[in-house]
């Protein structure tokens, strides 16, 4: 979730609060009446929208993004993501946004004098654009985003926990339902969210492939078992499901890699898998094209392929599915009572693909 980031993320945050302290003269968090009328008569030209938290929650927010295009089409739109997800929005730009503004996460290089340079720059340049609305795609409250909206002068801010109009923020719906309901506020409507996300990537291959590498400790399943999934995918399928990793140390705290997983997996079914690291999302947009389907714990890769129209079985620990769940109705949700993932029995997923794929 936004707004829960290290202490690398509060030193930011303290260093850069005298900025925005003062920064906004005129901030009205608006009711949605006020932003609907405002927008049928075209005076807000520029809006700002704000999702700079990680890829999945990125990808569940394409169609508030796109909602917001159909319905201002004459306004200026810019979308503030992190260098780390920003490849996985390329693609909207210019269709369905007129320009990313990409910001570097302090939790991503450090906190030094360069970054601390790199920041003032940042939401100085931020200042300049003159936005007139921002919108904040979280779910929930992140003062990283709020901070953002603060320091870009914007007379209109709408997101959660706001006052004055702004929706209340509840429990129990989906992260794509939640920037869609901002969606329908802003432009004074209330449509209900598609059944699936209109990325413009398209998967059209025939492969399976496993993911194996989940930034949430609880989300991760056993290099054994990953083994005899795929040794009984190639037996029932007798082609070679392809094996996703992204490359690194398990250790580094900013990206976790799981090359030491990756190779005991090799090594237990040297014969059942064909190994894809995905060094970037653009590795893994491009690997991701290949397949019919994808087996993966709960993560930003499984929200990307769902997608891009490929089938999911999901496997979830501690997440919430409700909030998480991948937005597609061709996918199959996998959780233990415990929830714990390595109690998901490699039997439940093999039979949970062959559902997918019969």
Not at 87 to 96: I, K, N, R, T
Request: net charge neutral.
């Amino acid at each position: 979730m936004a707004g829960t980031g290290g202490s690398e993320d509060n030193t930011e945050r303290n260093t850069l609060f005298w900025m925005c302290q003062n920064s906004v003269t005129r901030v009205n968090p608006c009711s949605s009446v006020a932003v609907f009328i405002l927008f049928c008569r075209t005076l807000v030209k520029k809006i700002l929208l704000v999702r700079n938290d990680n890829i999945g929650d990125l990808i569940c927010s394409i169609p508030a993004i796109q909602l917001i295009r159909e319905h201002c089409a004459a306004a200026q739109i810019h979308l503030l993501v992190n260098s780390y997800n920003a490849p996985a929005v390329e693609a909207l730009v210019p269709g369905w946004v007129d320009r990313l503004i990409v910001y570097r996460k302090t939790k991503h290089v450090g906190f030094n004098f360069h970054q601390l340079a790199y920041l003032i720059r940042f939401y100085r340049n931020l200042r300049r654009e003159g936005y007139d609305a921002v919108v904040l795609l979280v779910g929930g409250r992140s003062r990283q985003s709020e901070s953002f909206a603060r320091w870009s002068g914007a007379e209109y801010i709408l997101g959660y926990g706001l006052d004055h109009g702004s929706p209340r923020f509840q429990e129990g719906h989906h992260e794509l339902e939640y920037s869609w309901d901002l969606a329908n506020h802003l432009c004074g409507i209330k449509k209900d969210p598609p059944v699936q996300i209109e990325y413009p990537i398209r998967a059209t291959g025939l492969r399976t492939a496993i993911q194996i590498t989940s930034r949430k400790a609880g989300n991760r399943w056993e290099a054994q078992q990953f083994a005899e999934l795929a040794r009984q995918i190639h037996a029932h399928k007798m082609e070679k499901p392809l094996l996703l990793w992204s490359p690194g140390n398990a250790n580094t705290l900013t990206h976790p890699g799981d090359d030491d997983k990756a190779a005991d997996i090799l090594e237990l079914a040297p014969i059942a898998v064909e190994p894809r690291p995905t060094a970037t999302l653009q590795d893994l947009i491009s690997v991701l094209q290949e397949c019919r389907s994808l087996i993966t714990p709960d993560g930003g890769a499984m929200h990307l392929a769902a997608a891009m129209g490929v089938r999911i079985v999901a496997m979830f620990g501690q997440s919430d599915p409700i909030r998480w769940r991948p937005w597609t109705p061709h996918a199959r949700i996998l959780q233990s009572p415990s929830h714990t993932i390595q109690d998901i029995k490699v039997k439940e997923v093999v039979n949970a693909w062959l559902e997918l794929n019969g």
